[in-house]
Structures are given as structure tokens and as C-alpha cells.
């Protein structure tokens, strides 16, 4: 339950409370494709959004099509594709030329949101 900040009296949350709707879940070796390009390394996947590394960043707000194909336990491949909007681009180190990216699933083409859900039920 939120309590009330002590400077301002607005509600806040626990520190370890998490505010998303749908939990990330850490992802090892599942490819995300933007706009049917290079395939980038996927950090975290939820049902509602993904972050990913990237070697050049990504503006804010940015409109992209996004692919997946996730590996399942019997061997097949489920396929999952929308769209999605940047939401974050956030340079890892000063010395690297890499980036994690954010990116928020505002479109999920039919069974996408599916294969979504049944690829992160087989990972956790």
C-alpha cells in the first residue's frame, strides 16, 4: 500500500515495490529485430515492453517495428511481431558505444501477445 511522502503528502511507493503492470523478465540469448534489420541482444522482456543493447542509440519517442522469434521447450519456434515507440535510450558507459533501449509494444499483430506470454511462462 503507498504511503504518504513526509515532504509533500503525496503518495509514494516502497522502494521494492514494483509500479509496472506487467513484471520484466531477465532474458539470456533472444534476438529482438527492429525494422527487419540487424538483430539486437534482448536484456529483459514483459508482455507490455522489452530492453535490448544496441550500438547506436535510439531517439526518444521513435516509431519501430520490432520481431521475435522465441525458442520454446518442445523444439518449435513461436513467432511474435508489432510495433513499439522508444521510450528510454540510455548510454551504458562514457568508453563503450553501447546503449540500452526501452521500447514499449504499443501494437501486437494477432498472436503475438500469445507467443509472448507462452515464451515468458516456459522462461521463468
Request: aromatic residues 8%; contains cysteine; proline residues 9%.
Amino acid at each position: 500500500m503507498p504511503r504518504n511522502n513526509p515532504e509533500t503528502g503525496e503518495p509514494q511507493m516502497a522502494q521494492n515495490q514494483e509500479r509496472r503492470r506487467h513484471p520484466r523478465t531477465s532474458i539470456q540469448d533472444l534476438p529482438i529485430t527492429l525494422d527487419g534489420d540487424t538483430p539486437l541482444r534482448v536484456r529483459d522482456l514483459s508482455q507490455s515492453g522489452a530492453c535490448f543493447f544496441s550500438e547506436t542509440p535510439l531517439r526518444m519517442m521513435t516509431h519501430v517495428r520490432f520481431s521475435f522469434d522465441f525458442p520454446l521447450p518442445d523444439g518449435s519456434n513461436a513467432h511474435a511481431e508489432g510495433e513499439g515507440v522508444v521510450v528510454r535510450c540510455e548510454r551504458i558507459s562514457p568508453a563503450l558505444g553501447h546503449y540500452e533501449v526501452a521500447l514499449f509494444f504499443q501494437d501486437l499483430y494477432p498472436g503475438s501477445d500469445r507467443a509472448i506470454r507462452d515464451y515468458l511462462e516456459a522462461v521463468a
